[in-house]
């Protein structure tokens, strides 16, 4: 499975934007993690199968994930950036919900990457 993000960029803070994942294949769990320099991966939102979602607690209100499942596309939904919010943005997939939560999936893109000026 490939996965190819897209729709990073460069903005102000407290602007908006939309990333986007697009998988080869449907793959059961999909996510969004980041990194920003010098600091480790960490899990910004993850999908349950019941259709919810778990959100790192410094974007929960701010950041939405969504998914077209006929076309395989993840995305994720940024509102009220904050310059803390730059960083790489990686989409990730697995068939297990516990290792894609743990960061540890199988599947992951190339990343994009997100910059936020104050």
């Known amino acids: 499975v490939q996965l190819v993000e897209s729709g990073g960029g460069s903005v102000q803070a407290g602007g908006s934007l939309r990333l986007s994942c697009q998988a080869s294949?449907?793959?059961?769990?999909m996510g969004w993690f980041r990194q920003a320099p010098g600091k480790e991966r960490e899990g910004v939102a993850t999908e349950n199968s019941d259709g919810t979602a778990d959100y790192a607690d410094s974007v929960k209100g701010r950041f939405t994930i969504s998914k077209d499942s006929a076309k395989n596309i993840l995305y994720l939904q940024m509102n009220s950036l904050k310059p803390e919010d730059t960083a790489m943005y990686y989409c990730?997939?697995?068939?297990?919900?516990?290792?894609?939560?743990?960061?540890?999936?199988?599947?992951w893109g190339q990343g994009t990457q997100v910059t936020v000026s104050s």
């Open positions: 294949a449907a793959v059961y769990y």
């Open positions: 990730a997939a697995d068939w297990s919900r516990s290792l894609l939560r743990a960061g540890n999936a199988r599947y």
